[in-house]
Each structure stands twice: as structure tokens, then as C-alpha cells.
């Protein structure tokens, strides 16, 4: 089990869902997939109904974000961004890398003069945390930790800035007895975690309090993945660790790789690339583009305006090698995409395309920089090593 926990499994499980979908939906077999995935499945004697596809996209996809959600408490009470000067530079980065390929999206897409173009502004803003870390584990092993640590807690930032996106900007229509619904039902939820005497009571409530949530949100018009964040940020704290550790490999291993392989459901147009429309070219450029320059200006103005010349401050080329990696947006970038164009289906697929393009530009380009950081890290840690008399194997 401790495989399907690891970050390197994560973003290679994505990584085969997402080419596998593209090459089902190119295949004979795609539309029978796709229809599939487009049946509507009712919970019996409930108002929830949903497609097979809304099912992981607004429901499985909960627990993810309550994993980020945990993550995020996590990060804000014990981690790396428990004081505001911890969190003061990461925070103004992941700013930097939300505006800027924001900006290049609206720049582009202006042009066309198209108003329903112009809802896909937050699509190339995400940085796909399980992605990100992935590709450290796979190819950055010897990376400095300061590195890994100015990711983490950028990529954690940037998942909070798209949790408030999702939320405020793709709300529509809600339904205020609904959400106040959910908030009792969350306040139960929170009352539940209290031990009890009676063996598995508390997770029998648990279990029934965070379905009602969900349902609650999902019926109010609020994205019913914030459910999922909401639940993570009330349980208690070791509980929800504990939880996370135990619904982890069901995560990695089934949960992002099916939103993967249906969100790449996608069939590639017989158009030449120059004929695509503004919007995919956005989200190609915007998503590496964006956030390189996002990124490592923010991150340069951060240092300089909390005047961070410590050892252990992130500048010059681990900057811009962090900006790179930011610029894999994936999962979160999918969902944007989804909630972005859900009534405009031609737009939705080429957004598909525009950011597993972007991403797999990122992570190429990513890739040879934490390689090539790792790579020096590696020699300047043997060189010490012989220095002191040591075995630099060791």
C-alpha cells in the first residue's frame, strides 16, 4: 500500500489515465465510452442525480480536495507556512503565478471579441500539486530541500486561490436554504468527531454527516467538490490525518487517474493547429508561459520587499525552477476547464488539449531543470563530502 501513497505513483497513474483517454476516445471504442460515461445514474428515493462522468468529476473528486483541504490546515498550524514570514514569499508567488498567465489568457483571447472565450481566465491559474511532487520524486531526488519546500508550499497556496475560484466564480443560481442546510449538516459533522463510547458510532455519523453535506452543497449551486474542502478543514486534526493516510492509495490509485482518463474523453479535431481558436493557444501559452514569469518576478519581488537573504532563500535559477514545475496545471486545470465551458463542448475539448499541451510542456521543461538542479546538488554534496573526509556514497 505505501506505493499507491507515494507522489511518484500519483503522477505516473495520471499521467497513463490521461494518455489512455485520449487514445480510447480516438479509438472505434471512443463514442461508446463516452456515452457510457454520459448516462445518468440516480441515488434511489434521493434528489441526487448525476452523469457516470459528474460522479467522479463532482463527487469523487470531493475527497480529493478534502486530502488538499487537510493539507492545507496541515501546512497553516504545523507546517511550512505557519507564521506569515514563512508564508509571506510563497504567498506572493502563487499571487504572481494566478495574475500573470490570467492576464496572458484575457490578452489573447480579447482579441477574438468572443465574451464567452473570456470564462476560461482561470483555467491556466492551477498548479497540480500531486503532479508537481511527482515529478520532483521521479527525476529530482537530490533536489535542495529548500526547493521542495518553496513548492510544496506555493502549490499549497495556489490549491487555496482555486478552491476560492471554483467557489466564488462557479456558483450559479444557489440556493441559499441549501447551503445553510450544509452548514448544519457540517456543523454536525464537526460535533461527530467527538469520541464515543459506542464501538464505530462516530464513523457510522461521520460517514452520514459529510454525504449529507455533499449532497446539500451539490442541490445549493456551489461546486460540490468545496464540500470536500470544507469537511477536511473541520475535522479534527489527528483524525484527519489519519483519514488521509487511509484514503490516500484509493486516491492516487483510482480516484485522480478516472477524473484523468475522463477528462481527456477528448477527440483530437482534424484542424491544423493555426486554425485552433484563441482559447486553446491561451491555455498552451498562458499555463508555462504564464507562470514562469508569474512565478519568478512575484517570487523576486517577495524576497526582496521581506529582504530574505538567508541560506535557505529560493532565488535566481531554483526560482525559475520552481516557476517551471508551477506550470503543470493537470487536475485542477481540468476542472476549471469542465466548469469554465460546460455549455460550450467544442470549446471544453480544445481546453482539454490546450492544457495537457501546456502541462506536458512544463513537465518536459520542468523535468530538465529539476534534473540539471538535482544534478548539481548531487556534485556539490560529494565535493563537501571528500572535503570533510567522507564517503560521498554514504
Known amino acids: 500500500m505505501q506505493i499507491l501513497r507515494s507522489d511518484r505513483f500519483a503522477a505516473v497513474a495520471l499521467a497513463i489515465a490521461a494518455t489512455l483517454g485520449l487514445i480510447v476516445a480516438n479509438s472505434v471504442a471512443g463514442a461508446s465510452v463516452a456515452s457510457f460515461f454520459d448516462t445518468h445514474i440516480a441515488l434511489p428515493n434521493t434528489f441526487v442525480e448525476l452523469s457516470a462522468k459528474h460522479w467522479i468529476t463532482d463527487g469523487l473528486l470531493a475527497v480529493f480536495f478534502f ?16 507564521s506569515p514570514r514563512k508564508a509571506a514569499v510563497p504567498a506572493i508567488a502563487a499571487l504572481g503565478g494566478v495574475i500573470v498567465p490570467a492576464a496572458i489568457f484575457l490578452a489573447i483571447v480579447g482579441s477574438d471579441y468572443h465574451s464567452d472565450h473570456t470564462s476560461g481566465w482561470p483555467i ?22 529548500r526547493i521542495r519546500v518553496f513548492l510544496l508550499a506555493l502549490a499549497v497556496l495556489d490549491d487555496l486561490i482555486a478552491i476560492v475560484i471554483i467557489a466564488v466564480f462557479f456558483a450559479h443560481n444557489v440556493n441559499g436554504f441549501a447551503l445553510a442546510g450544509a452548514g448544519v449538516s457540517l456543523l454536525a459533522f464537526w460535533m461527530s468527531t467527538r469520541p464515543n463510547r459506542v464501538r464505530g458510532l462516530r464513523l457510522m455519523l461521520l460517514i452520514f454527516f459529510a454525504l449529507i453535506t455533499w449532497a446539500l452543497v451539490w442541490y445549493s449551486g456551489v461546486h460540490a467538490t468545496i464540500a470536500g474542502v470544507a469537511l477536511g478543514l473541520v475535522l479534527q486534526r489527528d483524525l484527519a490525518e489519519k483519514t ?93 476547464n469542465e466548469l469554465a465551458f460546460a455549455d ?51
Do not use: Y
Request: net charge neutral.
Open 244 to 336: 488521509v493516510h487511509n484514503i490516500l492509495p484509493l486516491n492516487n490509485a483510482v480516484i485522480l487517474p478516472l477524473f484523468a482518463f475522463v477528462s481527456a474523453l477528448v477527440v483530437i479535431p482534424h484542424t491544423p493547429l493555426w486554425a485552433m481558436s484563441s482559447v486553446f493557444w491561451a491555455i498552451v501559452i498562458a499555463l508555462p508561459v504564464g507562470k514562469l514569469i508569474g512565478i519568478s518576478l512575484a517570487g523576486w519581488l517577495g524576497n526582496a520587499l521581506m529582504r530574505n537573504r538567508s541560506a535557505s532563500a529560493v532565488r535566481g535559477m531554483d526560482l525559475i525552477t520552481v516557476a517551471v514545475v508551477g506550470g503543470i496545471g493537470f487536475t485542477v486545470s481540468l476542472l476549471m
Open 124 to 145: 491556466p491559474t492551477a498548479t497540480d500539486i500531486a503532479f508537481a511532487l511527482g515529478l520532483i520524486a521521479l527525476v529530482g531526488r537530490n533536489l535542495p530541500k
Open 67 to 82: 486530502i488538499v483541504s487537510v493539507d492545507l490546515k496541515h501546512e497553516f498550524t504545523r507546517g511550512e507556512l505557519n
Open 344 to 394: 460550450a463542448p467544442d470549446l471544453r475539448d480544445q481546453g482539454v488539449l490546450a492544457v495537457l499541451t501546456g502541462s506536458a510542456i512544463s513537465i518536459v521543461i520542468g523535468g530538465c531543470f529539476v534534473a540539471w538542479r538535482s544534478r548539481l546538488n548531487t556534485i556539490a554534496g560529494g565535493q563537501e563530502a571528500v572535503e570533510q573526509g567522507l564517503d560521498p556514497t554514504d
